[in-house]
């Protein structure tokens, strides 16, 4: 199994920003592309960004240019630097990883998720 904690959720202004994280623990040989989504109250879940295990990264275009993915040196976080924030960025923020492990003596790629950090943009 695979666990995702996130972290660094919560309220902020808008024009303000926040930097949440996500590691991974657990039984798997690697990780592969890791990402973010959001949901927001009434709303279908959204993937916001993603980045590769080799770091090519891909945005939604609702947060293109505001936000960056990046990947932490152990390869087993992922960071979401969030900036220019505005009211609709309020959402539950979680984590995915699709990661290789070893399942009934096969190696497969299966999908993991966080269970989320709210972030919250008021004033």
């Known amino acids: 199994q695979v666990q995702l904690v996130e972290s660094g959720g919560g309220l902020v202004q808008p024009g303000g920003s926040l930097r949440l994280s996500c590691a991974a623990s657990g039984r798997f040989v690697n990780l592969n592309a890791m990402g973010w989504y959001r949901q927001a109250p009434g709303k279908q879940s959204e993937l916001i960004a993603r980045i590769s295990s080799g770091g090519s990264a891909n945005y939604a275009d609702s947060v293109q240019g505001r936000f960056t993915i990046t990947r932490g040196n152990a390869e087993n976080t992922v960071y979401l630097q969030m900036n220019s924030l505005k009211a609709e960025d309020t959402a539950l923020y979680y984590c995915?990883?699709?990661?290789?492990?070893?399942?009934?003596?096969?190696?497969?790629?299966?999908?993991?998720w966080g269970q989320g950090t709210q972030v919250t943009v008021s004033s």
């Open positions: 995915n990883a699709e990661a290789r492990v070893w399942a009934s003596g096969i190696l497969r790629n299966r999908d993991y």
